[in-house]
């Protein structure tokens, strides 16, 4: 269903004409590139079942080799998943193109006309692990924001990664679009992510998603430059002046809501002034929902049940229905226990007291700084940008809940009339 | 004259002490920083003489070891230049601090407060080469923007820069601010610079100033995020419509003014439909100021004075008063051979054609692209920044002239009133 020039032979090859796709993509205007995200959305959806039977080849596989279940379950695709997959490449459609944007501009003196305005990037490379769902999210999304796209997927999804990318080039071809724009190198194996790290002139950013031994990886061995989405080991203070009730309903929607994403809390950090007051509470109401509580001795003088927190209680993202909680002696102690253990996504003070929420808010360096919020809002969608596109805890190029934008660069265009610098 | 506790006994005891100063340097006002540059203004003025001392010893270093002369002037420091250092420092306070900026910001429809505010990026590292202007230089802009800054210059400068440190913390010191915001490493030689380079979690991000070779070190080298200020193998388009005074003022300006500097031009493109018309009179104002011409055939028949091009023309950053000229088929020939031969810095159409202009603006994928202007109005001065923190030539976060926002990253601030996640 593809053209022959697709089956490239060499990773050069493919990289090569991605970037060659990338020149032709960035000039495509927002109807066009509607068009593709339209024509992707409708294939997928058209066949369904192929890649259903694609991808049961790849769980098959799976389990034959003993696979996890949670790991079978994040790469399985049943027909239900496959239209919601679809829905997504549609709202994405819905997005402003960020593309043109003028970010700054004005008139020089000398009457040269300066404006910075948004450009895609040009080829994104992105390396996941075996979840065939961010195959279509990266690809529509770089296409959405102008940028070609190179994906390595984990090799246990290759199957249904292979025919996702058929389907996508396919429609791209049906809309006019140079299918080399999105482009897979799953069947180089380690041999791909390796070139695809060392890519430089031919990728301009390497966005890893998954584990953070993945993400790790990619970091210490790409010379491509990184858009980090970490982990979250996520605090939340409550303050000397916490409100009883606000402290329990945002402690409890921040651990349990969705324990397994990265800005649900792991660390419960409470003022020794307000912990006779606060932590039976607090924690009663986290143990109801069946939260595995691990304490130091203090908050266990308070809570009894809890269990003892264990020597690395405090660098853990448990990502489950766990939680770490600290007595501490005031803002200082707890701000110090942030800046040591923190992986700069999210923290949030619980106080009333203005002053404390100001220094929290000025002193803490993470990517999100909250008063009185549960910290599961840190999230594109929370935040108006329709979509995720990751959560950067890193500190340059974007930080925290990415939206297309994050997905463009700039460039300077100047309009003169002859001028020369004296 | 500085605090024992500054004559630190490890990298990682430097590195941990600029990390911690970072903290506190995050939270100074505006008018702190601007008393710790005066200070430093001040200092550097007051202590000229000792400056020149230590950079005599130096450069009696570089004579004895047969240092080129070149480099002995970017090395020295006379007591001009010494004032010259100063005066750049007090232009530094001048700026408007970046710090605290609000980027965008909303209420949420659940009530939450979101702005996405500018902070410093925490500690920047800088290696560099044996300028030691670069010192006072970073260390300025590095504070106005809130920053730590830890510092890898030239061996051959070790001298020089030790004194300048010393002198920096002593100012920092005497208005109060934690010295070890600014720190030297050069004590630690090539071992310096790759524990900076590996330094990931202690510093934020990497600038390294100096040839292509150096930089091309630290972008394969370093696992902290780099930006890239890279070499200019600028061009200059000149379309069948140009007229022809434009094009022989602006080829003039970008080549002649001043040619030792990235923005200056390096290879000229000419439409064969206009070679004839513009070819000799362009060529000939070239070569009456000296300028060493190294032509393709086409363009020698025309200007039968100019040198053969070598096989090489089209990848040479001169950085001296040659040019390469080459003769080309129209626009989509001169964006193919930008395309193939450009470092991605600054290029220039000359042309009377509104389509053409369009087009090239769109399709050359560079920092900045230009009509009808000289490409030596590539600079943070000229765009208005007051200051030139480089030019970056990579597209991750900051892309063309930099200035001091560009030292900044942001994090985002949700104030709310005890919302949760539904």
Redesign the interface.
């Known amino acids: 269903m593809v053209d022959s020039v697709l089956a490239a032979h060499t990773i050069a090859d493919k990289l090569e004409a991605a970037r060659s796709a990338s020149?032709t993509l960035?000039?495509l205007t927002t109807f066009q590139k509607n068009a593709a995200l339209e024509a992707i959305a409708r294939d997928v959806s058209a066949h369904a079942s192929r890649i259903v039977e694609a991808n049961e080849r790849d769980l098959q596989r799976g389990r034959d080799s003993g696979m996890a279940e949670g790991l079978q379950d994040r790469l399985r695709l049943s027909t239900a998943r496959i239209e919601q997959l679809s829905a997504a490449v549609r709202d994405i459609i819905d997005l402003a193109d960020p593309v043109g944007t003028v970010v700054r501009g004005?008139v020089?003196p000398n009457g040269?006309s300066?404006s910075?305005v948004r450009?895609p990037?040009?080829v994104i490379g992105a390396i996941y692990e075996a979840r065939p769902n961010v195959t279509i999210d990266i690809a529509a999304l770089a296409l959405k924001s102008g940028n070609a796209v190179v994906l390595r997927g984990g090799s246990a999804a290759e199957n249904s990664n292979r025919i996702l990318v058929e389907i996508i080039q396919s429609a791209l071809h049906s809309v006019g679009v140079e299918p080399a724009a999105v482009q897979t190198i799953d069947e180089f194996g380690r041999d791909g992510a390796k070139a695809l790290m060392q890519a430089?002139g031919y990728v301009?950013?390497l966005i890893p998603r998954g584990s953070a031994q993945l993400i790790q990886t990619v970091?210490?061995e790409s010379?491509v430059?990184?858009?980090e989405t970490g982990a979250g080991i996520v605090h939340v203070f409550l303050d000397e002046s916490a409100?009883t009730?606000?402290a329990i309903?945002?402690v409890?929607?921040?651990k349990v809501?969705r324990p397994s994403v990265c800005n649900s809390l792991e660390t419960l950090l409470v003022h020794e002034a307000a912990a006779e007051r606060l932590i039976p509470a607090v924690l009663a109401r986290l143990a109801e929902s069946g939260v595995t509580i691990h304490a130091d001795e203090r908050a266990r003088q308070l809570f009894p049940d809890a269990l003892a927190a264990e020597d690395d209680a405090w660098s853990v993202e448990h990502l489950s229905l766990d939680i770490a909680v600290r007595v501490v002696a005031g803002l200082d102690a707890a701000i110090d226990h942030i800046?040591k253990y923190s992986t700069k996504h999210t923290e949030?003070i619980i106080t009333n007291d203005l002053a404390n929420?100001d220094r929290f808010?000025?002193?803490v360096?993470?990517?999100?700084?909250?008063?009185?919020?549960?910290t599961?809002?840190?999230d594109g969608a929370?935040?108006?940008f329709g979509a995720e596109v990751g959560i950067s805890t890193?500190?340059?190029?974007a930080?925290?809940?990415m939206g297309l934008p994050e997905l463009t660069?700039?460039?300077?265009?100047?309009?003169?009339?002859?001028?020369?610098?004296s």
């Open positions: 020149r960035s000039t004005s020089l040269l300066v910075q450009v990037f040009g430089r301009d950013v970091v210490q010379t430059p990184v858009i409100d009730s606000t309903e945002i409890h929607n921040a809501q800046t949030s929420a808010l000025a002193e360096d993470s990517a999100v700084v909250m008063v009185n919020a549960s599961r809002f840190t929370e935040f108006g890193q500190k340059l190029h930080r925290g809940p660069s700039t460039k300077w265009v100047v309009r003169g009339s002859g001028q020369v610098r």
